[in-house]
C-alpha cells in the first residue's frame, strides 16, 4: 500500500523498460537502430534484436519476473498471454536464464481457441505473435509482457493492435499531405492522440458471490427498483467511502509502476459507480493501457473484498458505464492540430480538419456505431433507458455560428466582418468551458479534442480508433487531393469548406439527446438510428465500408467479414448466457422462493381463518398474486428455454443475432417484468438474491 509521502516520480513506470532504461542499458548503436525503427518504420536487425532481448531480460529478471509473454489483443476485445519461462538447460544439469531476439521479435500461438472468423483455416491453425517495438516491454506478475501484434500465416491480423497501426499510419500520411498545403514543411508524422475516461461499478464481493447473474453475466438479469435510486444525484462527486478509496489508492500505484497515466479518480453518478481518466497519449499506448487499466481494476478489486463490474448496465434503472474516447492529433512537433489557431491560416487548417471529422462522421455514421456495437452496450445505446443510437455531433454555440456564417456567407457577429473569409480573418478563440455543455451528445467537440462518447465500458478502444483514424485519412486524402490542383488555394478552400459544412450538417446536433423528438427528427434529417448489435454489426460490411478500409490499407475484405462475424457471434453468445442463467435462476431459485411463501401464507391462513373477526385479506390477495405471476413466469420460463433450443445454427450469423434479439431477448424482457415484481412482492426473508439496496448502497 502506497504511504501518504511516497516518492512518485521514482516509482513511476519503473516495471516499464521504457526508452530511458533502453538507453541506459543498450549500446549508442542499439538503442539508435531501435529508434529509427519507431519513427519511420521497418525491421530490426537480428544484432540489435539480441542485444535489445538480452537486456530487456536482466532487467526483467531483477524486478523479479521469470517468466516471459507475447501480450497481444485477439479480437474478443480482452488480452492474451502464453507464458514462457527463460529457462534454458546449461548442460550441467543446471539451467540459464535466456531470451533470444528471435523469442523477443517473433513468436508463434496457438490461434485455434481465438476467434478468427474463418480466417484461419485449421491446417493452418497457429497463428504468429510480433513484437510491436512502438509499444514498450513491462512486467506485471512475475512476468515480462511484451506488446505485439497477432496475425495468421496468411498474413491476416488475427487482433486489434495489428490494424489500429495501420490506420495510424494511413491518418499521418494524410495529415502531412494537408499541412504540406497549408506550407509546413517541418512535420514528419501526424499520431492520433486518446484519453479514455473508464467508468465502473465497485461493489461487495460477498453479494456477487450470491447472485449466478452477476457471477456468470457481469450484470444483474433481475433486480426491482430500490426505493432510493440516484434520484438525489448526492453520489457523484461526492466524498469516497474508505474501501472504495483504498481500492483507488492501490489502483492507481499499480497502474502508475507499469506507466500508465492514471490521473483523476471521483465517483459518477450512480451510486457505487466511479470513473478513471488518464492523461492522454497515442492511441497505441492509450489502448494497451486502458486494457491494463481494465484488468488492473478487476485484480485490485478483489484484494479490497470488492468486484469490478465492466459490463455498460450492471443494473436497471440506474447509469450505465461507458467510455469517453477524447480524440486528437498531434503533429511530432508537438502541436494539437484541432485546437482552433491564432493566426488566420492556422484558423483555415483548423476548420479544415474540422470539416474532414464533420463529413466523415456523417458518411460512416454506421461504422461509427457498429464499432461501439455490443450486446453490453446494446442496453445503453437505443435500449429502454438510452437515448437513441444516433452519431450526432455537438460543436457549441461559437462554431455552431463561425459553420453557419460560413455556409450561408452571412455576418459572423464576434467579428464585426461581413463574412468571415478563410485564410484572411481568424476565428475567436472558442472558450473551451461552453464547449461541453451537452452531456446528452455522443461526439463532443470539447475545445480541442472530440469526445466520443458511445463507448461501452467494457470494450477495448480499438475499434473505434480504427474507424476514426481511417474515416479520416480517408476525407483528408479527398480534401488534399481537391486543394493540390488548386489554382486559388483561398478560393477553393473557402468553396470546399462551404460545400463540406452544408452537405453535412445534419450530423450537427445541439439539443437534448433524450428528448423524445429526437429519433423522429434523426429519422426526418436521414440520419441512421441502428437500434441493437443485430442491426449495427451487418454494417462492417456495406461496400462503402469495405473500399473505405481497403483504401488504406487497414482491413482487407476478408478481415472485416471476419470480424462482423465474430462480433455478431459473440452478441449471440452473450445472450445465449444471458437466458441460459436466467432459465437456472428461475427454475433453482425464484420459484422455489416464492413456492415456499406461498405455502407458508396458506399454513398461516388455514391457522388463522379459525381465529374469529380475523382479517385474511393480505393472505388471499398475496397468494393469487403471487401464484398467478408464478406459474406465468414458470410459463416463460419453458418458453425461453424452448426458445434456445431452437436457434439453428446452419443459419447465417445475422439470421441468428436477428433471432436473439426478436425472440430469445424478448422473452428475457418478459421473464425479467414478472420475477421483479415477484421480488417486491416477497416477503425478504424469501428472497433468493441481494437486492439491488443491497448491492448499490453497501457502505
Ligand atoms: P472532462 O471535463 O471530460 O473531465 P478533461 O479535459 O479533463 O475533460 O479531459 C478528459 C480526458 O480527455 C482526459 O483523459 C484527458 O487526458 C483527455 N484529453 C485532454 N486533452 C486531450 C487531447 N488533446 N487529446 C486527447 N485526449 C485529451
Ligand atoms: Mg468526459
Known amino acids: 500500500m502506497l504511504e501518504p509521502n511516497a516518492n512518485v516520480p521514482a516509482f513511476f513506470g519503473n516495471l516499464v523498460f521504457h526508452e530511458e532504461t533502453m538507453r541506459q542499458r543498450l549500446s549508442e548503436r542499439a538503442f539508435s537502430s531501435w529508434k529509427r525503427c519507431v519513427e519511420s518504420g521497418g525491421d530490426l536487425d537480428s544484432a540489435t534484436a539480441n542485444e535489445i532481448a538480452g537486456a530487456m531480460k536482466d532487467w526483467a529478471i531483477e524486478k523479479g519476473a521469470t517468466h516471459f509473454t507475447h501480450w497481444f489483443q485477439p479480437m474478443t476485445g480482452i488480452t492474451a498471454e502464453k507464458h514462457d519461462s527463460f529457462i534454458v538447460p546449461n548442460g550441467k544439469g543446471g539451467v540459464l536464464m535466456e531470451l533470444s531476439g528471435k523469442e523477443l521479435v517473433r513468436g508463434e500461438a496457438d490461434a485455434s481457441s481465438f476467434p478468427s472468423g474463418g480466417i484461419r483455416s485449421t491446417f493452418e491453425a497457429r497463428g504468429y505473435t510480433a513484437w510491436d517495438p512502438t509499444a514498450f516491454a513491462f512486467v506485471k506478475e512475475n512476468t515480462l509482457c511484451i506488446p505485439t501484434v497477432f496475425c495468421s500465416y496468411g498474413g491476416h491480423a488475427l487482433d486489434k493492435k495489428t490494424p489500429?497501426?495501420?490506420?495510424?499510419?494511413?491518418?499521418?500520411?494524410a495529415s502531412v499531405r494537408i499541412l504540406r498545403l497549408f506550407g509546413d514543411t517541418e512535420?514528419?508524422?501526424?499520431?492520433?492522440?486518446?484519453?479514455?475516461?473508464?467508468?465502473?461499478?465497485?461493489?461487495?464481493?460477498?453479494?456477487?458471490s450470491r447472485r449466478q447473474d452477476l457471477k456468470l453475466c457481469g450484470r444483474t438479469l433481475f433486480g426491482a427498483k430500490p426505493p432510493k435510486g440516484q434520484e438525489l444525484d448526492d453520489h457523484y462527486y461526492g466524498s469516497i467511502k474508505p474501501r472504495v478509496a483504498a481500492f483507488m489508492r492501490e489502483l492507481d500505484e499499480e497502474l502508475w509502476k507499469v506507466g500508465v497515466l492514471a490521473k483523476t479518480e471521483h465517483n459518477e453518478v450512480a451510486p457505487a459507480q466511479h470513473e478513471l481518466a488518464p492523461i492522454y497519449t497515442d492511441v497505441n499506448?492509450?489502448?494497451?493501457?486502458?486494457?491494463?487499466?481494465?484488468?488492473?481494476?478487476?485484480?485490485?478489486?478483489?484484494r479490497h473484498g470488492l468486484v469490478c463490474l465492466l459490463h455498460e448496465k450492471p443494473f436497471a434503472g440506474v447509469n450505465g458505464s461507458g467510455k469517453h474516447n477524447n480524440w486528437s492529433l498531434s503533429t511530432d512537433t508537438g502541436k494539437n492540430l484541432l485546437a482552433p489557431g491564432k493566426t488566420p491560416r492556422q484558423n483555415a487548417q483548423f476548420l479544415l480538419f474540422l470539416a474532414a471529422f464533420i463529413k466523415g462522421m456523417d458518411e460512416y455514421a454506421e461504422m461509427m456505431r457498429c464499432t461501439v456495437s455490443t450486446a453490453g452496450n446494446d442496453?445503453?445505446?437505443?435500449?429502454?433507458?438510452?437515448?437513441?443510437?444516433v452519431v450526432s455531433i455537438f460543436l457549441g454555440d461559437e462554431l455552431d455560428a463561425i459553420i453557419k456564417s460560413i455556409i450561408e456567407r452571412t455576418e459572423y457577429v464576434e467579428t464585426g466582418k461581413r463574412n468571415l473569409q478563410i485564410g484572411v480573418d481568424s476565428i475567436p478563440t472558442i472558450p473551451q468551458d461552453s464547449t461541453d455543455r451537452n452531456r446528452t451528445s455522443p461526439i463532443?467537440?470539447?475545445?480541442?479534442?472530440?469526445e466520443f462518447r458511445m463507448l461501452g465500458s467494457s470494450q477495448s478502444i480499438a475499434g473505434p480508433n480504427i474507424a476514426i483514424n481511417t474515416i479520416m485519412a480517408e476525407e483528408l486524402t479527398q480534401f488534399a487531393e481537391i486543394l493540390e490542383k488548386a489554382e486559388d488555394f483561398n478560393k477553393e478552400l473557402d468553396k470546399l469548406l462551404r460545400h463540406t459544412f452544408r452537405d453535412h450538417s445534419r450530423i450537427i446536433f445541439s439539443g437534448n439527446g433524450y428528448d423524445k423528438s429526437w429519433g423522429d427528427e434523426a429519422e426526418a434529417r436521414g440520419l441512421p438510428n441502428l437500434r441493437s448489435c443485430a442491426d449495427s454489426l451487418p454494417s462492417y460490411i456495406l461496400e462503402k465500408n469495405v473500399k473505405l478500409f481497403a483504401n488504406h490499407n487497414v482491413f482487407t475484405r476478408t478481415e472485416l467479414e471476419a470480424r462482423c462475424d465474430i462480433h455478431l457471434e459473440s452478441y449471440c453468445k452473450t445472450l445465449h448466457i444471458e437466458a441460459l442463467t436466467m432459465v437456472d435462476m428461475i427454475t433453482r431459485s425464484i420459484v422455489p422462493a416464492v413456492s415456499a411463501y406461498i405455502n407458508d401464507l396458506s399454513l398461516s391462513y388455514t391457522n388463522?381463518?379459525?381465529?374469529?373477526?380475523?382479517?385474511?385479506?393480505?393472505?388471499?390477495?398475496?397468494?393469487?398474486?403471487?401464484?398467478?405471476?408464478?406459474?406465468?413466469?414458470w410459463e416463460l420460463c419453458g418458453q425461453?428455454?424452448?426458445?434456445?433450443?431452437?436457434?439453428?445454427?446452419?443459419?447465417n450469423m445475422q439470421q441468428r443475432a436477428r433471432y436473439y434479439r426478436?425472440?430469445?431477448?424478448?422473452?428475457?424482457?418478459?421473464?425479467?417484468?414478472?420475477a421483479d415484481h415477484l421480488e417486491s412482492i416477497t416477503a425478504a426473508k424469501y428472497w433468493p438474491f441481494p437486492t439491488y439496496a443491497e448491492l448499490l448502497y453497501q457502505g
Open 444 to 450: 463532443a467537440f470539447t475545445g480541442n479534442k472530440f
Open 164 to 173: 489500429l497501426l495501420r490506420s495510424m499510419e494511413a491518418i499521418s500520411r
Open 285 to 302: 499506448s492509450a489502448c494497451d493501457q486502458n486494457q491494463l487499466t481494465m484488468e488492473f481494476m478487476k485484480t485490485v478489486a478483489e
Open 640 to 651: 425461453l428455454s424452448d426458445a434456445l433450443m431452437a436457434d439453428d445454427i446452419s443459419r
Open 662 to 674: 426478436d425472440t430469445v431477448f424478448c422473452l428475457m424482457e418478459q421473464a425479467r417484468v414478472l
Open 187 to 208: 512535420v514528419q508524422r501526424v499520431i492520433p492522440q486518446a484519453g479514455p475516461e473508464q467508468e465502473y461499478f465497485l461493489v461487495s464481493k460477498e453479494m456477487v
Open 379 to 389: 442496453h445503453r445505446l437505443g435500449g429502454n433507458e438510452a437515448p437513441p443510437a
Open 608 to 633: 388463522r381463518s379459525s381465529i374469529p373477526n380475523v382479517c385474511l385479506e393480505p393472505e388471499q390477495s398475496l397468494i393469487a398474486e403471487l401464484s398467478l405471476c408464478n406459474s406465468h413466469l
